[in-house]
Structure formats: C-alpha cells, structure tokens
C-alpha cells in the first residue's frame, strides 16, 4: 500500500480495482465517478457518459425540483443529452420510501433510459436504488442536501408494510456533489449531516474494542479515513449554519466517505454505533404508532450526546467487578427479555428474537468468555475510549452553536422510550454495541435508570 486510505484522493479511493490494504484485504466499492464542489453540476454529462449512460432517467420531487432539478434539465439540454423525467406526487407529510413511491415510480419509469438519476438525498435515493436494482440498471445521484452517510451505502433504507427494512441492491456508480446546490438546503438538513458525522466517535470506538472482545475484523486504515473526515468537519464546524462553502464540502464529501468506508469495511461498524441503535428503535416506534419522525442524523446526534453520558460512566469503573456481572448473569431471566422485546418491538418482535437463536449473546458461556476479555483488557479498553471520543461537554457546545435538538426531550421522546431504545439496542442486532459491554458487565439496566432523557 503505498498511501495510506486517509491520505487518498476521491479519485483514488474509488478506483475499480480497488485498493490492496495493510489489513491483508483489498478494499473497492461501486462507486466510479464520485465529485464534490461549486459548480459541479455542470461535469453531469461526463458523469454520465464516464459509466456509459445515454439517457438519463430523472428523479425527483416537488423540492428537489427547485433545488436542483430546474439546473439538471437545463445542463442536460445544453449538452444534448436526452432524458426522460419523473417529479413525485406532492404528499401530505414527508414522504416516505415505501411501496406507494416504489409503485409510483415504477409505473412512470421510461424503459428507453439506461440509467435512474436521483435528484434529492435520502427517500429518492433510495428508491432509485430499489427500482434500478429491479430493472438491472445503474443510479446515479445528484445530492440536494448533506443530511446523512447513505449516498454511497449499496442498501436502501425502505418502509415495506409499514415496517422499516434494509434492502441490500448497489450504491450509485455516480454521486454528484455541488455544494452551490447543496448549501441551499434547509438548516435541520445541515444540521442532520453534522448529526450523522458526530456519531462515527462513538462507532469508531465501538469498532475498535468490539473487534476485541467480541471479534469483529476492524482495519485501523478505514478506522483512520473515518478519523479523518471527522476532523476536517468538527474544524469547519462553525461556518457550517452559515454555509460556508468549506464547511458545507467537508461535510458532504464525510458523509460519502463514510458510506465508502462501510463499502470497504463490508459492514457498517465504521459508520454506526450505539447512538444510531437509538434512533433506530425510535424510528421503528414511530412507525408502529402512525406518528412522524425526526431526520435520521437529528436522532442521532442526540442518540451520540446519550451515547457519551455512558462512557463518561463507563471511563469511572477502576476495576470490572466481575462478580456483579456473574450475578447479573446467573439473575436473568430470558422469558423476562423476551417480554420486553415483544412489548417494545410489537408485530416485529419475531425477526428479532430469531437474532438471539442465532447469536446466543444472552447465554452464560458467551457471556462468560467475553467478561474474561473484558477484565483482562479493561485498561486497554479505556484507553481506546479515551483515546477515540471528544467529551461530552464539548460535543454538547458544538452542537447548541449548531442550534442542533440535544436532548430526546428536545424531540419529544418519552423518557421511557429512551430507555428501551438502550436496553433492546443490543437486540436488533448480531453486534456488540456500548449496551454490550453494559450488559457485559451488569450495568445495563442500572445506566437505563439513570440515562438523562432532558
Ligand atoms: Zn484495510
Ligand atoms: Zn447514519
């Protein structure tokens, strides 16, 4: 490896034949043609041309459209580029990446189109992303807003049934960034990116002592790109509300390299912790209820500042007193668990304890192996916390100069919704999360107690 990934160009991250790494693998992802900056927009065509596409098919709604979409047509007619265009239904409320925009894009698709074009961020990605895989066609996106990682991500974030999935298909072969179109964004979406960002403290550190305890492979190589975005965007910070051009491209250009470093790490530790399971299990209430959620980056900026209340407690244990986790251990009681699943979780409480038939995390003998690590390497352990997490405090102050919600309060979360979304975090999942090694230790239930929800 003659570079070292954090050091690499764009260009040179997303080359075909991938890069050979010091970890033993050789990272690639499907991005190919991948730009950020003022006046992008008008290197559309090459994109395009650069994966062999001829004719666009054009996505996007009624507020992509003013944003970008008046500029996508004109760059497209200017270059001679024939195209066929789709703009989404106005909807009362958000609209939602579910079977109705699928369907409704769907029947609109012109089958003469090589390639669908998203002009938004999350919900139109991600349908492009759906109905491109189905139809075995690329997608390209041109970004209207830097409010979360998925842009790059080869999963779709869907509503199937009323029932929040992950559907695995391709990331875009092009992701054009023009921070001229991006900075007019609304500022929850700016602040929804800075929320996206903050949180990958808390999965690079989780990354680090989960390959530890519970064997994950890690790569310090991608682990140290991530580093590196971060603090390019935590040093614009403050311009980004004022949407400085630095600030708002630093962002941006994070939230992409953070879907490549999922691509690259083929699992999404390196972009994901702990304060994203919040918004998750959030997420999935609201949609059991009917009721509207916040921007997936907004909860989880207040699910990172909850995040670091439990390391702040975690960094004060001198010593694992492992005869408390054996007694917590020896106390549980899986029918007791499995109640608390199906209350939370409801009708999608099956999914989830099939997780637990295959994982095994709550049984003794796991829980035995992984206490014994965890003792034998608790400095350690804390040092890899210390070493990777800004404090709370400061986290704090950057986001309120972010006029960023900071607590589940602030986004009208009960408390007690704050404290399941901890202690069934480590449920939805086969992953080793901060609620873990909570567990692990036989604080859990304890730090759920105690966690400040306002
Ligand atoms: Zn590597
Ligand atoms: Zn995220």
């Excluded at 958000?94 to 769907?106: F, I, R, S």
């Amino acid at each position: 490896m003659e570079k070292h990934l954090s050091q690499m160009t764009l260009k040179e991250l997303i080359r075909p034949e991938g890069i050979r790494c010091s970890c033993g693998k050789v990272h690639r992802c499907g991005l190919k043609w991948f730009k950020t900056g003022s006046g992008i927009i008008r290197e559309l065509p090459d994109a395009l041309q650069s994966i062999g596409a001829r004719k666009p098919f054009v996505v996007m709604d009624e507020n992509t459209e003013k944003a970008a979409g008046h500029q996508v047509r004109r760059v497209l007619k200017d270059a001679g580029v024939p195209y066929a265009e789709f703009v989404f239904p106005h909807r009362e409320g958000k609209m939602e990446p579910d079977e109705y925009a699928v369907g409704a894009l769907t029947m609109a698709l012109d089958p003469t189109c090589d390639v669908l074009l998203a002009v938004g961020s999350g919900v139109i990605n991600d349908c492009c992303k759906v109905v491109a895989h189905a139809c075995g066609k690329p997608s390209a996106v041109v970004c209207t807003a830097p409010s979360m990682d998925g842009y790059c991500s080869n999963s779709a974030s869907m509503i199937v049934n009323h029932v929040k999935v992950s559907l695995y298909n391709a990331c875009p072969q092009v992701i054009l960034g023009d921070t001229d179109i991006v900075k007019t964004a609304p500022d929850i979406m700016l602040q929804a990116g800075l929320g996206d960002m903050l949180a990958k403290y808390v999965s690079v550190c989780e990354w680090r002592y989960a390959h530890l305890i519970h064997g994950d492979p890690y790569c310090e190589e991608i682990a140290d790109m991530v580093r590196t975005c971060l603090k390019k965007i935590v040093e614009q910070a403050d311009g980004l509300m004022k949407r400085e051009d630095a600030a708002i491209n630093a962002v941006l250009e994070g939230l992409v390299i953070s879907g490549i470093s999922m691509a690259f790490a083929e699992i999404s530790r390196p972009a994901s912790g702990l304060e994203h399971y919040f918004s998750h299990v959030w997420e999935m209430l609201a949609l059991q209820r009917g009721e509207p959620s916040d921007l997936h980056g907004i909860q989880v900026g207040v699910g990172t500042l909850l995040t670091l209340w439990l390391y702040e407690n975690v960094l004060n244990i001198d010593r694992v007193d492992t005869e408390r986790a054996r007694k917590a251990m020896a106390a549980f009681s899986p029918a007791e668990w499995e109640a608390r699943v199906r209350r939370v979780f409801g009708a999608t409480a099956e999914p989830i304890l099939d997780i637990e038939k295959q994982s095994g995390k709550n049984l003794p003998e796991g829980h035995e192996k992984r206490l014994q690590i965890i003792e034998a390497h608790w400095d350690e352990i804390k040092k890899i916390i210390r070493d990777e997490l800004p404090s709370r405090e400061w986290v704090y102050s950057l986001m309120k100069r972010c006029q960023m919600p900071l607590t589940p309060a602030d986004l009208g979360i009960s408390r007690q919704d704050t404290v399941d979304a901890l202690v069934v975090s480590r449920d939805i999942r086969d992953k080793y999360l901060t609620s873990s090694l909570l567990w692990d230790l036989g604080l859990l239930d304890e730090a759920a107690e105690r966690i400040p929800s306002a």
